[in-house]
């Protein structure tokens, strides 16, 4: 941040960590802003908790509803800025012409898709497994066995920024690679050396199948009983997008017939409850997340693939550029048109319906 801007404005941080607080800071040294950090997720309940700031910043698991920005409207707030790339919490009709939603389209899609490699790397040599068994003395092999990615085929489900990366990397590794997309980008298969196909063609050929879509009423339970049906016997599934890609009480059935090989997921449909907290003192009730947890097979990590420093400090970064842009000029570069989810329309104040 080096441009100052009039007045300082005061931000309500939702569902606030002590890592969004090093990052926002640093990232706010001259103080510019008046940050005031909430533990709490941002709700019905909790939105009037915003009362007396100009914005609200938000993550991945708060519910910005028609109520919501109902509430926050009448308490003076301006502005939205999601802090991550998806929005599908946000109810961008009710927000239209009410109040303007910032985000942050790419803070590192690179950061996204190496988690997905590092759960695609890690299920199938069973290094979760291999770690814990050696520090038990125990040293054999027996359950270990992985297959070679060199050489099989991988399914990936959107190639935007994320899809795009990660294809580079399996492309390394000696993959074929199929994909799917409702916007294909035929430039970029020429270049990439990969095939677009439909979806019940990756779904029956891939070995390896990820998820980079984003979640929207056509998406949801994109992986469900039906498509699973249609998959490879062993294949892995990876889910970095959102939760709701996958049907998830579909997935236990295929993991327990033995259909699907294995499963990573940094995501998953209620995870809203869970993660980014700590229940190792309690208990999981959510009977579908603790029986996912029980599988060998199955990796979940809660949320983390945005997860490194340089994501960190470019998501602070642009955030914070995206409140001052809409206060010095009312230039509002990432805001999101709620009919197609891109920034470009709005920005020339031409909504796309
Ligand atoms: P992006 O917008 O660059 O790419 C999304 C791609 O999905 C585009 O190519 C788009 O054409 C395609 N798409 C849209 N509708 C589709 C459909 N119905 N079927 C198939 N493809 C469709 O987004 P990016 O940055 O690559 O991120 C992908 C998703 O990853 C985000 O929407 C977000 O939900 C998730 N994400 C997860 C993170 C994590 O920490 N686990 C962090 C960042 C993003």
């Known amino acids: 941040m080096t441009d100052m801007i009039s007045m300082k404005k005061s931000i309500a941080f939702f569902d606030a960590k002590p890592y969004d607080k090093k990052f926002f800071d640093a990232a706010d040294l001259r103080r510019l802003f008046d940050i005031r950090y909430f533990a709490p997720h941002l709700n019905a309940d909790t939105a009037l908790l915003a009362k007396g700031s100009d914005v609200v910043c938000a993550f991945v698991n708060d519910i910005i509803s028609k109520d919501v920005i109902g509430i926050l409207k009448d308490n003076g707030i301006k502005l939205i800025a ?3 790339a998806g929005y599908n919490n946000v109810d961008l009709k009710a927000s239209f012409d ?3 939603v910032v985000r942050v389209p790419d803070y590192s899609p690179h950061a996204v898709a190496e988690h997905a490699a590092a759960l695609i790397l890690c299920l199938n040599r069973r290094i979760h497994r291999a770690y814990n068994r050696v520090r038990d003395g125990n040293f054999t092999l027996d359950g270990l066995l992985g297959f070679d990615l060199f050489g099989k085929t991988a399914g990936i489900v959107g190639t935007g920024k994320v899809g795009k990366c990660l294809i580079a990397i399996l492309k390394g590794f000696g ?5 799917y997309d409702a916007f294909p980008d035929a430039a970029y298969a020429a270049q990439a050396g990969i095939s677009y196909v439909d979806l019940a063609t990756l779904w029956r050929e891939a070995d390896v199948i990820s998820l980079h879509c984003p979640l929207t009423p056509q998406t949801q339970h994109v992986i469900n009983a039906t498509t699973l049906a249609g998959m490879k ?3 892995m599934i990876i889910n970095t997008g959102r939760g709701a890609l996958v049907d998830a009480k579909a997935l236990i059935k295929a993991l327990k017939t033995g259909k699907i090989g294995s499963a990573g997921l940094d995501v998953y449909e209620e995870e809203s409850k869970y993660f980014f907290e700590d229940f190792s003192a309690s208990m999981v009730n959510d009977d579908v997340l ?4 029980t599988f060998p097979n199955v990796l979940v990590t809660a949320h983390q693939a945005f997860f490194t420093a340089e994501a960190m400090a470019h998501i602070a970064d642009t955030t914070l550029n995206n409140i001052k842009d809409f206060f010095d000029g009312g230039f509002r570069p990432n805001e999101i048109c709620y ?8 920005k020339q104040n031409k909504p796309c319906f």
């Open 290 to 293: 603790a029986r996912l947890l």
């Open 233 to 235: 016997p062993g294949v």
């Open 98 to 100: 009410v109040m303007p």
């Open 339 to 346: 009919q197609c989810g891109k920034e470009c329309l709005k």
């Open 175 to 179: 993959m074929r690679v199929l994909a």
């Open 82 to 84: 999601m802090r991550c």
